[in-house]
T-cell receptor, first 118, second 114 residues
Framework: AQSVTQLDSQVPVFEEAPVELRCNYSSSVSVYLFWYVQYPNQGLQLLLKYLSGSTLVESINGFEAEFNKSQTSFHLRKPSVHISDTAEYFCAVIRLGYSGGGADGLTFGKGTHLIIQP | EAGVAQSPRYKIIEKRQSVAFWCNPISGHATLYWYQQILGQGPKLLIQFQNNGVVDDSQLPKDRFSAERLKGVDSTLKIQPAKLEDSAVYLC????????????FGPGTRLTVT
């Protein structure tokens, strides 16, 4: 079984400041890693993912995350946040090797509420 | 491309009543998921379908929850009878049969049990 821990339930940060949202996972098998974002009154959207290759992955809106296998972490970072980044951020994993076609069910963390202060 | 559709968006019922949620996935997506998101928590997988067959329902409370995906397209999730602890947002998601491992989520149905 897999589990995901997001240590911070809420992170307040000033606009244009850097931010890091922490994510650690536990699994007996290898996993793929994801960050999903939920803006106010909207559905969950994929922000970025790590499947293989470079351990540093980026999103189109300036977020990046680095897969660290030894630390079993996938922290999300942004060098300068904007008020529009206010949202709930969820880290999630899928186990590798699912053979049923499509994708396995996601295991989510509890989420981190990013609050941008002007 | 139309997204995942869900209805109703909101539902309020009394405990011991029954309720049903409907989901229409993105056209061509073979895999469909139902998640339960309780306030303050991340979504939890309830059931996963591959076409019209169940792949994983290990976390579905089968004494009160049921789900079906007839003809491998849209799906219905039912709760009967509802309990107070079933108050949550019920999310439907779908994914294509490729190597992207991406899931596309609908807007959810917010259920309040009183």
């Amino acid at each position: 079984a897999q589990s995901v821990t997001q240590l911070d339930s809420q992170v307040p940060v000033f606009e244009e400041a850097p931010v890091e949202l922490r994510c650690n996972y536990s699994s007996s098998v290898s996993v793929y890693l994801f960050w999903y974002v939920q803006y106010p009154n909207q559905g969950l959207q994929l922000l970025l993912k790590y499947l293989s290759g470079s351990t540093l992955v980026e999103s189109i809106n300036g977020f990046e995350a680095e897969f660290n296998k030894s630390q079993t972490s996938f922290h999300l970072r942004k060098p300068s946040v904007h008020i529009s980044d206010t949202a709930e951020y969820f880290c999630a994993v899928i186990r590798l090797g699912y053979s049923g076609g499509g994708a396995d069910g996601l295991t989510f963390g509890k989420g981190t509420h990013l609050i941008i202060q002007p | 491309e139309a997204g995942v559709a869900q209805s109703p968006r909101y539902k309020i019922i009394e405990k011991r009543q029954s309720v049903a949620f409907w989901c229409n996935p993105i056209s061509g997506h073979a895999t469909l998921y139902w998640y339960q998101q309780i306030l303050g928590q991340g979504p939890k997988l309830l059931i996963q379908f591959q076409n019209n067959g169940v792949v994983d329902d290990s976390q579905l409370p089968k004494d009160r929850f049921s789900a079906e995906r007839l003809k491998g397209v849209d799906s219905t999730l039912k709760i009967q009878p509802a309990k107070l602890e079933d108050s949550a947002v019920y999310l439907c998601a779908s994914s294509p049969r490729d190597n992207s491992y991406e899931q596309y989520f609908g807007p959810g149905t917010r259920l309040t049990v009183t």
